[in-house]
């Protein structure tokens, strides 16, 4: 196909077609094309996608998001329509983004607005400008329109979100945006990349795939996610005060941390577990590999050398009771490092605090180190990657 050809298939009243036109053509030049080929007059049909009627002076090059288009249906006009009188052309390049469990990825997601079949999806919405379904609530007037297959014209539309590829239902994901307009940069790597997740901070602090991918490995390895209200979850690893209390609501947005679902399977099972605390006894969750480690698995485990002792000071009963040492005999430390038995891993953590492995004293199990800071995420880094609401 050449660089500035389009293709769309096209549906009209179950009769599919696909046509392919230059992205410098109008709707209108579209529209005389396909009357030509369904045998309808121009005059009587309009084109219908995502629910929107293009405005016959638009180019189509401008309206679609892709050179591929699946799909569009062509509506013949009735005489008990209301009147499409002050339509506008609009921008229909907006991008959503869902989980196929198909393709195992995220993949570019089409919104299907439907009232009576939801298989159909031929409803024309009455409001000519575009709706951005990534936000919280999508007022309700916007949803007011036309069933084209009951011809119910004062109805309200339901959404469903199909695969680009597949055509296939997906999990739609409003928190990873298209970032080609904004070109903002990630928390973490500061990476301009096409995609971002975008958490519901009040900031908006984005991630790149990756880093949002590396990030919840992390965290769900160091015990980091939580219960919210919204059920079992992490919060944005930002440094601002509203970054602790926004987790992310949707859950299905975790399966994108791999393909091959480990990471999903394990924050289910942690999901589940009494409190949401960290695995009871000697079990250690492998951060690099997520592998749970145990004991009694036959796992290579190797006592840790207890801490050099510092010989105290012999004082007098008198001098005991009314002054204390200088210093004072430390107390040996037994603890346990313990390997990963996954050979592509081998990482090795303390049983004591169930940690990747450190010398010296274990951590302040009430004190833990704020994720933004063991990501080393600055202020001024946390700046660059808010995203803003176009």
């Given at each position: 196909?050449?660089?500035?050809?389009?293709?769309?298939?096209?549906?009209?009243?179950?009769?599919?077609?696909?046509?392919?036109?230059?992205?410098?053509?109008?709707?209108?030049?579209?529209?005389?094309?396909?009357?030509?080929?369904?045998?309808?007059?121009?005059?009587?049909?309009?084109?219908?996608?995502?629910?929107?009627?293009?405005?016959?002076?638009?180019?189509?090059?401008?309206?679609?998001p892709s050179d591929r288009v699946e799909l569009a249906h062509l509506v013949r006009k009735d005489a008990k329509t209301p009147p499409r009188q002050g339509r506008t052309a609009i921008d229909l390049t907006k991008r959503y983004y869902g989980y196929c469990k198909t393709c195992k990825a995220c993949v570019?997601?089409?919104?299907?607005?439907?009232?009576?079949?939801?298989?159909?999806?031929?409803?024309?919405?009455?409001?000519?400008?575009?709706?951005?379904?990534?936000?919280?609530?999508?007022?309700?007037?916007?949803?007011?329109?036309?069933?084209?297959?009951?011809?119910?014209?004062?109805?309200?539309?339901?959404?469903?979100?199909?695969?680009?590829?597949?055509?296939?239902?997906?999990?739609?994901?409003?928190?990873?945006?298209?970032?080609?307009?904004?070109?903002?940069?990630?928390?973490?790597?500061?990476?301009?990349?096409?995609?971002?997740?975008?958490?519901?901070?009040?900031?908006?602090?984005?991630?790149?795939?990756?880093?949002?991918?590396?990030?919840?490995?992390?965290?769900?390895?160091?015990?980091?996610?939580?219960?919210?209200?919204?059920?079992?979850?992490?919060?944005?690893?930002?440094?601002?005060?509203?970054?602790?209390?926004?987790?992310?609501?949707?859950?299905?947005?975790?399966?994108?941390?791999?393909?091959?679902?480990?990471?999903?399977?394990?924050?289910?099972?942690?999901?589940?577990?009494?409190?949401?605390?960290?695995?009871?006894?000697?079990?250690?969750?492998?951060?690099?590999?997520?592998?749970?480690?145990?004991?009694?698995?036959?796992?290579?485990?190797?006592?840790?050398?207890?801490?050099?002792?510092?010989?105290?000071?012999?004082?007098?009963?008198?001098?005991?009771?009314?002054?204390?040492?200088?210093?004072?005999?430390?107390?040996?430390?037994?603890?346990?490092?313990?390997?990963?038995?996954?050979?592509?891993?081998?990482?090795?953590?303390?049983?004591?605090?169930?940690?990747?492995?450190?010398?010296?004293?274990?951590?302040?199990?009430?004190?833990?180190?704020?994720?933004?800071?063991?990501?080393?995420?600055?202020?001024?880094?946390?700046?660059?990657?808010?995203?803003?609401?176009?």
């Amino acid at each position: 196909m050449a660089d500035d050809q389009l293709s769309i298939l096209v549906d009209h009243y179950g009769t599919k077609k696909r046509f392919k036109f230059s992205q410098r053509s109008t709707v209108r030049e579209a529209l005389e094309t396909m009357g030509k080929e369904y045998k309808v007059p121009m005059e009587s049909i309009y084109l219908l996608y995502q629910s929107i009627e293009l405005a016959e002076h638009s180019s189509l090059g401008k309206v679609f998001p892709s050179d591929r288009v699946e799909l569009a249906h062509l509506v013949r006009k009735d005489a008990k329509t209301p009147p499409r009188q002050g339509r506008t052309a609009i921008d229909l390049t907006k991008r959503y983004y869902g989980y196929c469990k198909t393709c195992k990825a995220c993949v570019n997601a089409r919104p299907v607005f439907y009232h009576c079949r939801e298989q159909d999806g031929k409803f024309r919405l009455r409001r000519p400008e575009p709706i951005d379904l990534c936000q919280e609530d999508v007022p309700p007037e916007q949803l007011v329109g036309e069933c084209l297959v009951c011809n119910t014209i004062d109805a309200t539309a339901k959404v469903r979100f199909e695969c680009g590829e597949e055509g296939s239902n997906v999990a739609f994901l409003k928190l990873v945006r298209c970032n080609g307009s904004q070109r903002v940069a990630c928390m973490m790597c500061q990476e301009v990349k096409e995609r971002v997740f975008v958490f519901p901070c009040q900031s908006k602090h984005s991630l790149c795939l990756d880093c949002f991918s590396t990030f919840c490995k992390v965290a769900l390895g160091l015990y980091r996610f939580s219960s919210f209200d919204c059920g079992f979850s992490i919060s944005c690893p930002g440094p601002d005060e509203s970054c602790l209390s926004s987790p992310v609501e949707d859950p299905h947005h975790f399966q994108l941390v791999d393909k091959e679902g480990v990471f999903y399977q394990k924050f289910n099972e942690e999901a589940v577990k009494p409190a949401n605390l960290s695995p009871s006894g000697d079990n250690v969750m492998c951060i690099k590999c997520l592998n749970e480690i145990t004991l009694t698995s036959g796992v290579n485990v190797q006592p840790a050398p207890p801490p050099v002792q510092v010989p105290g000071r012999e004082y007098s009963l008198t001098r005991l009771f009314t002054r204390q040492f200088t210093k004072q005999v430390t107390a040996p430390v037994h603890r346990s490092k313990v390997t990963c038995p996954n050979p592509n891993c081998k990482a090795t953590y303390c049983l004591s605090c169930k940690k990747a492995w450190h010398d010296g004293k274990c951590p302040d199990p009430t004190q833990q180190e704020p994720l933004y800071s063991r990501f080393k995420i600055t202020p001024a880094m946390a700046a660059k990657s808010r995203w803003t609401e176009n």
